[in-house]
């Protein structure tokens, strides 16, 4: 079964860095794009930050400066480390990735189950 799983969620006060991964698991033919996407509570799910098979990336303004996302195609992975972080930042993080299972089929939007980042004053 193939599936995303996140992980490095927690605490942090303002200010403070957290590292997220995520990985991608099971028969997987081919992953195009991955990245972060946020959603707090009465809000719309939004991108943070995502980045291409070849490595191109692309910000929410909000983040710019402080996240960097990051992948490492051999092990399936994504990242996203958040440095000086703000209480706004407060949210549920789910990780997302274009997956082809097999050849020759399209790519599909998968979602990881979500990790909560929590940033206190």
């Known amino acids: 079964q193939v599936q995303l799983v996140e992980s490095g969620g927690g605490l942090v006060q303002a200010g403070g860095s957290l590292r997220l991964s995520c990985a991608a698991s099971?028969?997987?033919?081919?992953?195009?794009?991955m990245g972060w996407y946020r959603q707090a509570p009465g809000k719309q799910r939004e991108l943070v930050a995502a980045?291409?098979?070849?490595?191109?990336?692309n910000y929410a303004d909000s983040v710019k400066g402080r996240f960097t996302i990051s992948r490492d195609n051999a092990k399936k992975m994504v990242y996203l480390e958040m440095n000086s972080l703000r209480p706004e930042d407060t949210s549920v993080y789910y990780c997302?990735?274009?997956?082809?299972?097999?050849?020759?089929?399209?790519?599909?939007?998968?979602w990881g189950q979500g990790t909560q980042v929590t940033v206190s004053t």
């Open positions: 997302h990735a274009e997956l082809k299972l097999t050849w020759p089929s399209g790519y599909k939007d998968y």
């Open positions: 099971g028969s997987i033919f081919s992953i195009n794009a």
């Open positions: 980045i291409t098979s070849g490595g191109s990336t």
